[in-house]
């Protein structure tokens, strides 16, 4: 099973809501990913877990926060968002310690904030 | 820091034709991954193929083939046999072989279209 997902496929959320973001995998990958990608361009990293521990946060807004319950499961919080943060969402998962280190990515969510 | 240049924004081939894909980077590493994402209109970024910075022969998965010169910072990918199914978005990716659990480094992709 070489599969990522993610829900929901399309999120439309008003400046005051909280939503959240679900992407779990099965592969047995210790990292996983969370990318922005707007229109024509190529995704943007945001967060990296690294068994189940935060290894990188690129500067990452507040109104957006991870959480990695488990090493499946990975979330994104939404609150407050801008109008601006309207995009692809991406996640992706890969193992840690393995000489290939592809990334696995699921189809996305689809996100617009009115 | 490293940094992944697609020159080419956009490109079309004939479909059954043989279309190359551009891509250069630059590192001050000798231990590192490349490679090539495709993305469908159905948003899937999907792998097409990986090179290993240490092996010299080029990888090759079925129609997709690389061109990887090392020395140039070039890796290049060849698509023969172009079928409708290969329009999507190209990504060429680059990866640290030092950190694990480390990003990708994304060029900005080329477009390619196939016309029947």
């Known amino acids: 099973d070489t599969e990522v997902t993610q829900t929901p496929k399309h999120l439309v959320m008003g400046m005051t809501n909280k939503k959240s973001l679900k992407c779990e995998q099965h592969?047995?990958?210790?990292?996983m990913y969370w990318y922005k990608q707007k229109a024509k361009k190529p995704p943007e990293l945001m967060f990296v877990?690294?068994?189940?521990?935060?290894?990188i946060n690129e500067s990452v807004p507040s109104r957006f926060s991870p959480e990695c319950p488990n090493s499946s499961l990975l979330n994104l919080h939404l609150h407050a968002l801008q109008p601006e943060d309207s995009a692809l969402y991406l996640c992706?998962?890969?193992?840690?310690?393995?000489?290939?280190?592809?990334?696995?990515f699921g189809p996305g969510t689809r996100l617009t904030v009115t | 820091a490293q940094t992944v240049t697609q020159s080419q924004p956009e490109m079309s081939v004939q479909e059954a034709e043989t279309v190359t894909l551009s891509c250069t980077y630059d590192?001050?590493?000798?231990?590192?991954?490349l490679f090539w994402y495709k993305q469908p209109p159905s948003r899937q970024m999907i792998l097409v193929i990986r090179?290993?910075?240490?092996?010299?022969q080029n990888a090759t998965e079925n129609r997709f083939s690389v061109n990887f010169q090392k020395a140039a910072k070039s890796f290049s990918l060849k698509i023969s046999d172009s079928q409708l199914g290969d329009a999507a978005m190209y990504f060429c990716?680059?990866?640290?072989?030092?950190?694990?659990?480390?990003?990708?480094?994304f060029g900005p992709g080329t477009r390619l279209s196939v016309l029947p």
């Open positions: 990716a680059y990866r640290s072989g030092r950190n694990y659990g480390q990003n990708f480094v």
């Open positions: 590192t001050s590493e000798s231990d590192y991954y």
């Open positions: 877990y690294s068994y189940e521990k935060l290894s």
């Open positions: 592969m047995g990958h210790r990292a």
């Open positions: 090179q290993e910075a240490y092996k010299q």
């Open positions: 992706a998962s890969s193992q840690v310690r393995l000489v290939t280190y592809e990334q696995y």
